[in-house]
């Protein structure tokens, strides 16, 4: 192809000019430039992976691959001197967030290093991500990091993704109320972390008070510590709730329910499945899909969705409206 493209320039230039060797020169020149494209293109192509050259003429350029958890490099003010991956700065911050919760009781706990395991477990961290989960659960202890700084650099390091913020929020307090009860310097460090939520922070009260009245502790134990749960263990027949009433327990379920879609209780029908179409969609399977992520953590993306799903059927119930 690219001797006819030659031709062409030299007979362009040779009869344009009425020379020889003015078409000759400008054929040498086309051939040099076409080198030069080549060779950009094979820069292009080992660096930023774009193809724009011979090979891809005439080609419909592909779409972006998904995002890779796996791949990418992060620096963060809480960890200066090193890098991170993506998903080892989820788990290097999320253990960390751990292990500060861990000794706000004043000291850690059997229980506590239980639950960073079952963490773990339920993420299926590869063993290298366990020895770094480790050594961030350790490092957290001191609590010589500021948890708004923290909470900024998940933001924004994952702000495609708001999905693994609200995770990451749920098993933090998860391990807050491992005791059947949020003491004061528990309560401070889950507050430090509601933004992650995507909700108002003027909602952190409601959202917290119905753990705060225990009816939520025995489906936390059962589940090691995660937020991830069936709303049915909590407040079905011979649950929690009934300890305190049927009435304590429906308005406890209220609470829990617009929590988790991040609404109040005047929200109006309309706004109520806009908001709920939105959270199905940031956790759909398709979203995570080719991001080497855990298997845990897109499996509990997927009993988060069962939870918002929950969640907004009961408020349509509880309110009357029709699906």
């Not at 193809?51 to 992060?74: L, M, N, Q």
């Not at 477990?121 to 350790?138: G, P």
């Amino acid at each position: 192809m690219r001797f006819i493209i030659y031709f062409l320039v030299f007979l362009y230039f040779a009869e344009t000019y009425n020379s020889f060797f003015i078409g000759l020169f400008a054929a040498i020149v086309a051939s040099y430039l076409w080198r030069y494209i080549k060779r950009r293109n094979h820069q292009a192509n080992s660096t930023a992976g774009q193809s724009w050259g011979e090979a891809s003429w005439g080609r419909a350029r592909p779409k972006a691959s998904a995002y890779d958890f796996a791949k990418g490099h992060i620096r963060s003010a809480i960890f200066p001197n090193e890098v991170f991956t993506p998903i080892s700065f989820y788990v290097a911050t999320l253990f960390l967030c751990l292990g500060r919760i861990a000794k706000a009781k004043g000291r850690v706990k059997e229980k506590d290093i239980d639950l960073a395991n079952g963490v773990m477990d339920q993420l299926r961290l590869t063993e290298a991500l366990r020895i770094e989960a480790r050594k961030r659960f350790n490092q957290g202890k001191a609590a010589d990091f500021s948890l708004p700084v923290l909470v900024a650099e998940l933001k924004k390091q994952f702000i495609a993704f708001p999905n693994f913020q609200r995770m990451f929020f749920d098993i933090c307090l998860g391990a807050a109320i491992l005791d059947g009860r949020i003491i004061i310097s528990e309560k401070e460090i889950v507050r430090s972390l509601f933004p992650l939520t995507g909700a108002r922070p003027e909602l952190f009260e409601s959202f917290i008070s119905q753990f705060e009245q225990g009816s939520s502790h025995r489906a936390y134990e059962q589940n090691g510590g995660s937020s991830y749960r069936s709303r049915e263990q909590s407040y079905g027949a011979g649950g929690g709730g009934q300890q305190h009433g049927w009435s304590r327990a429906t308005k406890s379920k209220l609470a829990e329910s617009l929590a988790t879609l991040g609404v109040t209780e005047d929200i109006q029908q309309d706004e109520l499945k806009r908001v709920y179409r939105k959270l199905i969609n940031q956790y759909h399977p398709d979203k995570m899909a080719g991001q080497n992520l855990p298997e845990g953590l897109v499996k509990m993306a997927k009993e988060k969705t069962q939870e918002i799903i929950s969640a907004y059927n009961y408020i349509l119930e509880y309110k009357g409206w029709s699906r």
